[in-house]
């Protein structure tokens, strides 16, 4: 998944429109994908707290392997 430096969300390329809607998203991809793993690839000019916002959904949709990566500027 990736956050872009205007704080927009995509997951597998495609836009998400809400912290809601992504929550949902990879819930339901965990409950297909026990072990699923998520990269979060991250703009180097995204905000802290909404990378911080982003992993705490991560977690919580229980995803078990996280990933944090930063995209180029």
């Given at each position: 998944m990736a956050l872009d430096?205007?704080?927009r969300l995509f997951l597998d390329g495609r836009?998400?429109?809400s912290a809601e809607a992504l929550?949902?998203?990879l819930e339901a991809l965990v409950q297909r994908r026990?072990?699923?793993g998520v990269v979060l690839n991250a703009d180097s000019g995204a905000r802290?707290?909404?990378v911080v916002q982003?992993?705490?959904i991560l977690r919580g949709?229980?995803?078990k392997k996280i990933y944090v990566?930063?995209?180029q500027k």
């Open positions: 430096r205007d704080d836009g998400i429109a929550k949902s998203e026990a072990d699923l802290h707290g909404r982003v992993l705490d949709s229980g995803a990566g930063t995209v």
